[in-house]
Structures are given as structure tokens and as C-alpha cells.
């Protein structure tokens, strides 16, 4: 069993930042995973923003390339993601998700298998 607990989101002005952290509990050691960020706005889809696995390749959505930064502390065992230049389209519920079996295959989300509850991060204009 992996638990995830999202923190960090918020309001911001576009052009701003802000930092969302994930703390892990693995349950047991995991050798080989995937951590992912993903969002859902309201009436859409819930899509993939970025991926890092246990080597720290990392992945991300074209939307979010060159703002968003993810990354991870194992000794913290946290997943990150850092979100500059921040736009309204950016707004929705951020959820970590994991894939405690395998290397990062895709951001689709049925290749996750645990979730966490989510943080609101809204943009305004």
C-alpha cells in the first residue's frame, strides 16, 4: 500500500509561483517507480503535467515544459513540483500519483495505481 499526501497549492496571480509537495509513504522499498503529477479542471479530463522515475528521468506535458519542474527528495521520501509562469489555464486540482512496479512508461493516468486527494491551485488573470 503507498500513501500520498499533496501539499503547497493555493491562489496566484498569472506570473506567479508556487510549489506543490507530495509525501510518500511507500509501505515498503520500492526499486524501480514512477512518481506523477497530474490536474483536472473542472468538466475535463484529468491529464498528465510530469513524471520522474527512480533514477530521476523526468517527463512532461508540452503545456508545462520549460515552467514546471518536478523533482524528488528520497530521504524525505517527497515528490515536488516546482510551477513558474503560472497561467489561468494552469488552474485545476493537482493530484500525485505513483507506480510503485515499474519505470515511468507514459502520463496517462491508467498507468498509475495510487492516488492522492488532491490540492487546488487557481491562477487568476
Known amino acids: 500500500q503507498v500513501q500520498l499526501v499533496e501539499s503547497g497549492g493555493g491562489s496566484v496571480q498569472a506570473g506567479g509561483s508556487l510549489r506543490l509537495s507530495c509525501a510518500v509513504a511507500?509501505?515498503?522499498?520500492?526499486?524501480?517507480?514512477?512518481m506523477g503529477w497530474f490536474r483536472q479542471a473542472p468538466g475535463k479530463e484529468r491529464e498528465g503535467v510530469a513524471a520522474?522515475?527512480?533514477?530521476?528521468?523526468?517527463t512532461y506535458a508540452d503545456s508545462v515544459k520549460d515552467r514546471f519542474t518536478i523533482s524528488k527528495d528520497n530521504a524525505k521520501n517527497t515528490l515536488y513540483l516546482q510551477m513558474n509562469s503560472l497561467k489561468p489555464e494552469d488552474t485545476a486540482m493537482y493530484y500525485c500519483?505513483?507506480?510503485?512496479?515499474?519505470?515511468?512508461?507514459?502520463?496517462?493516468?491508467?498507468?498509475?495505481?495510487?492516488w492522492g486527494q488532491g490540492t487546488q491551485v487557481t491562477v487568476s488573470s
Open positions: 500519483a505513483a507506480n510503485p512496479w515499474s519505470g515511468c512508461v507514459s502520463l496517462r493516468p491508467i498507468d498509475f495505481y495510487y
Open positions: 520522474i522515475d527512480s533514477d530521476g528521468s523526468t
Open positions: 511507500w509501505g515498503y522499498t520500492h526499486d524501480n517507480y514512477c
